[in-house]
């Protein structure tokens, strides 16, 4: 059996960013962020290839939990509205269905992730960030899932750099075969 770690939560570094669109414009920071509800998630569907060393799946995770204690925004809203902000940002996510394919590749004995495509559908996102001008959380509330989905590169790339290594050094000593078994018995 394979033991996976905790997926109580995952730490997400700061970023910084501009956003262009839906007559805003905007730079903002968020600082350390934590992503809880990764626990809570059903397999929708799972197919795997020992030949190819694929598998795709999809996952719909309930609720997802975005939290930083500190954000900060400065920009403007239909070229008219001033937009500051300021303070903890709390990000829920509704019925996310997630869709991948992995790619493995044998790695002395182990295995290690190859290549990835991913996708995303975040069906609602509810948004608070603390002492932010009208109309940043009525945006997010209601146009927050197109937003993000405007973000869909700048999401696989992180995925890329932050979670395939943390995923490519656990599975340093689990032969792809191993692997591949532990997932078709899932099913």
Do not use: C
């Amino acid at each position: 059996m394979l033991t996976i770690p905790s997926l109580k939560s995952l730490k997400i570094p700061p970023v910084e960013y501009n956003y262009q669109g839906r007559g805003i414009k905007m730079d903002y920071s968020i600082g350390d962020m934590e992503l809880t509800g990764l626990k809570q998630f059903s397999i929708k569907n799972i197919a795997a290839s020992e030949k190819t060393l694929e598998v795709s799946l999809t996952l719909l995770f309930p609720v997802l939990t975005l939290r930083s204690e500190q954000y900060k925004l400065t920009g403007w809203a239909y070229y008219v509205y001033p937009l500051r902000g300021s303070g903890k940002m709390n990000l829920v996510f509704r019925n996310s269905i997630i869709t991948a394919t992995v790619r493995f590749a044998s790695d002395r004995g182990g295995t290690r992730i190859h290549d990835f495509l991913l996708n995303f559908d975040v069906k609602q996102i509810e948004a608070d960030l603390q002492n932010s001008s009208w109309p940043i959380n009525v945006l997010l509330n209601t146009e927050g899932a197109q937003i993000l989905a405007e973000y869909h590169s700048t999401i696989v790339k992180a995925l890329w750099d932050y979670v395939v290594p943390t995923v490519n050094n656990y599975l340093l000593d689990v032969p792809p075969s191993h692997l591949l078994q532990i997932i078709v018995d899932s099913k």
